[in-house]
């Protein structure tokens, strides 16, 4: 009889205390403002895809989700990565990049000037440009890069045999704008790691461009240090 008693108990004191946790957990993620969009890190692709149902899906992989949308007006590639564990993704990273380069004579304008007006100056402002947040659960980086080479969207306007001079169109310079947010855990993890091979291992594509390792020329683009080995985001 004791120990049918004595088990009672520790089932009553187990249910009050997982209905405690429970709700204090459900009302965390209820009231704490997301850290991305509508979603906050660790919920799973299903979730996303839940919270981003309607909009056009460019590609779903395993450790990705990409949606064709506009961002004002500049069509946009919204990202999100996820890490897999135990066959579940969950998200880890997430951000906007132009899938083509952008027509615009103020590249600020698309995705810093927003970041300034919401995040206050940024932690550090980067050689080539590119601002850089360290929050204590979100990293958020921003840059934009020149396009160069031939580019489709351009062209250039031609009569021949016009007897009359035709002034050319004005041509914007192109760009490749991006900004991304970062779970700050993933992050201290990226930043400790020991070796190019470790750190190229571990990120995906999309993850490399939101960590700054967008290069015209795809090389190991991180330089260490002998001693505490950090990342640099490298110069373009």
């Not at 969207?153 to 041509?171: E, H, V």
């Not at 760009?175 to 991304?180: D, E, V």
């Amino acid at each position: 009889m004791k120990k049918q008693i004595r088990s009672t108990y520790l089932l009553l004191i187990t249910v009050i205390f997982l209905f405690t946790n429970g709700c204090a957990i459900l009302e965390t993620s209820i009231t704490d403002p997301p850290h991305f969009r509508q979603v906050w890190w660790g919920n799973t692709k299903a979730s996303v895809l839940t919270k981003e149902q309607g909009k056009r899906i460019h590609t779903n992989t395993g450790g990705s989700l990409v949606y064709k949308t506009r961002y004002g007006n500049t069509p946009i590639l919204l990202v999100y990565c996820f890490r897999s564990h135990n066959g579940i993704y969950r998200l880890r990273a997430a951000g906007y990049m132009t899938a083509t380069p952008a027509s615009t004579d103020d590249p600020d304008s698309v995705f810093r000037q927003e970041l300034l007006e919401t995040l206050g100056d940024p932690t550090e402002t980067l050689e080539d440009g590119g601002m850089l947040w360290l929050g204590a659960e979100t990293v958020a980086y921003t840059n934009a890069y020149r396009a160069v080479g031939r580019n489709t969207n351009f062209y250039r306007r031609s009569a021949p045999g016009s007897i009359i001079p035709i002034p050319r169109r004005q041509q914007l310079q192109g760009w490749h704008l991006i900004t991304g947010y970062i779970d700050r855990n993933f992050y201290n993890e990226i930043l400790n790691s020991k070796t190019w091979d470790a750190i190229h291992s571990e990120l995906s594509h999309y993850e490399e461009i939101f960590f700054g390792m967008f290069r015209k020329v795809y090389t190991p683009p991180l330089q260490y240090l002998e001693d505490g080995q950090q990342i640099s985001v490298p110069d373009n």
